[in-house]
C-alpha cells in the first residue's frame, strides 16, 4: 500500500507542541509486517527513533522495519519514558502488538524534529489518528542536587570543546542495538544526544550513561532505570548538557518511595545510593504536573 502526498516540505517548518502547519512526506508507503511473530525477528530504522537527538544523515529518507504502531506514535509525538507508561496503558492491544513496516521519502535533508512531524501526519492520514496533550497533578520524583553545587564524580557538565559523534545508525529496535563504545576513561559512552544501557564494571549491576544530555532528560531516563513506579521531574535548577553514568543492583532496587531496602551482601549500591553517591542527587516524593499525550482515536489501516 503506498500513499502519495504532493505538498513540499517548508524551508522553515514549524516544529513542536501546538504547530498548526502540517509537513508530508512526498512518498510514503506504510506495509503490515506478516513475520510469524512466534518467531524473533529484528526491528531496524535508519536512524534511532527515540526521544533524544541522536540522529545520522538521511538523505531524505525513513526507512523502518518490524515496528509496533505504538513505537511510531512515541517518536512522531516525541513520546518521553514517562509519558509512555500513561500512553500505553489506553491503547488498545493491537497498536502495540502488531508490526508495520513504514518506507518515505522526503526533500532535502529534513531535521529529526522535521521527521517527527511529517511522521505525524502520515499516522493522522493513514491510522486515523487522533490526539491530544494535557497536563495532570500526579504523583512523582522531585530531582535535585543532594548537596547543593556538589557533583558527583559520574556526572560533569559537558565540554564545549569535546568530540562529540551524534550521526548514529544503528537498528532502534529492542535488543538490535549493541551497547555504545565508552569514553577512553570507561565513563561515559562515546556517542552523544542520547541515555543508553552500557556495559555494568561488575557481573549483575545494570548501568546507564549520557553524553551532552540535560537534567530533564536524565530525570526522565532514572524512573524507567529504577522501575520507581512514577515519573522523575528535573528540579536541580541545572542548565546546560551533561556526561553521566550511574551503575547500581537493579534488583531490589524498585520501591514506591525512595527509601533504603536491603540487597544481597557484596552486591553493588541500590539506585538510591548509586544515584547519591555516583552522581550526587536525590529524590524527593511529592506531586507534579506532568504533560501526557493521549490518543483519542486511532484505527487500523485497511488491507489493499
Known sequence: MTLVFAAPIPAHPQSGTGTTEKIRFEVASVTRNKADPSQKH??????????????????????????????????????????????????????????FDIQARAQGEPTKDQMRLMLRSLLEERFKMVWHRETQQVPVFALTMARPGVFGPMLQPHPADAACPAAIANPAGEGTRPPPPLTPDGKFPTACNRVAAIPATKPGNFRIGGRNVSLASIASALSFAGNLGRPVLDQTALKGTYDFSLEFTRENSASPSPEPHPVPQDAGPT??????????????????????????????????
Open 42 to 99: 529484528p526491528s531496524d530504522s535508519n536512524f534511532p527513533l527515540g526521544p533524544g537527538d541522536a540522529y545520522a544523515k538521511t538523505v531524505g529518507l525513513f526507512t523502518a522495519t518490524n515496528m509496533s504502531l505504538l513505537t511510531y506514535i512515541d517518536f512522531a509525538l516525541k513520546v518521553t519514558p514517562d509519558q509512555g507508561q500513561a500512553l500505553q496503558a489506553r491503547l488498545p492491544e493491537w497498536v502495540k502488538s502488531e508490526r
Open 271 to 304: 539506585f538510591l545510593e548509586a544515584l547519591k553517591e555516583q552522581m550526587g542527587l536525590k529524590l524527593n516524593a511529592t506531586k507534579g504536573l506532568l504533560e501526557t499525550v493521549v490518543i483519542d482515536e486511532i484505527q487500523q489501516p485497511s488491507e489493499n
